[in-house]
C-alpha cells in the first residue's frame, strides 16, 4: 500500500522557519521524482519545488526560490522541505507528491502518488 505522510506543519510567526518531512512506503522512493506542493483556502494547488532520484537536479517557484529547500534521503524514504523567511502568504495545506518517468515535474499531472498534506500557518 502505497503512502505519503507529511509532517511538521504548524503555526509560526512570519520570518520564522519550518522543516516539512515526508515519509513514504509502499513504492521504491528512490526511483521516483518528488515534489512538494502547496493549496491556500480559495486557490489551486500550485508547484512549490522537486527534486530528481539523486537529488542531482532541484527545481522551486519564483516565489519560494532562494528561501525554501527541497532534499531526501532515499536510504530512509524521506523527503524534506526546508523553509525560511517565512510570510504569511505561504500559509497552506502543503502535500508531498512522487512522480516516475520523470526527472522533475513543475505540473501536478507528472505526479502518481500524493499525500495527505500538513497545514502551514505563518502569522503576521
Known amino acids: 500500500q502505497v503512502q505519503l505522510v507529511e509532517s511538521g506543519g504548524g503555526l509560526v510567526q512570519a520570518g520564522g522557519s519550518l522543516r516539512l518531512s515526508c515519509a513514504a512506503s509502499?513504492?521504491?522512493?528512490?526511483?521516483?521524482?518528488m515534489g512538494w506542493f502547496r493549496q491556500a483556502p480559495g486557490k489551486e494547488r500550485e508547484f512549490v519545488a522537486s527534486?530528481?532520484?539523486?537529488?542531482?537536479?532541484?527545481v522551486y517557484s519564483d516565489s519560494v526560490e532562494d528561501r525554501f529547500f527541497i532534499s531526501r534521503e532515499n536510504a530512509k524514504n524521506t523527503l524534506f522541505l526546508q523553509m525560511i523567511s517565512l510570510k504569511p502568504e505561504d500559509t497552506a495545506v502543503y502535500y508531498c507528491?512522487?512522480?516516475?518517468?520523470?526527472?522533475?515535474?513543475?505540473?501536478?499531472?507528472?505526479?502518481?502518488?500524493w499525500g495527505q498534506g500538513t497545514q502551514v500557518t505563518v502569522s503576521s
Open positions: 509502499g513504492f521504491s522512493f528512490s526511483g521516483y521524482a
Open positions: 507528491a512522487a512522480g516516475l518517468g520523470i526527472r522533475v515535474g513543475r505540473r501536478a499531472d507528472d505526479y502518481d502518488y
Open positions: 527534486i530528481s532520484r539523486g537529488s542531482s537536479n532541484r
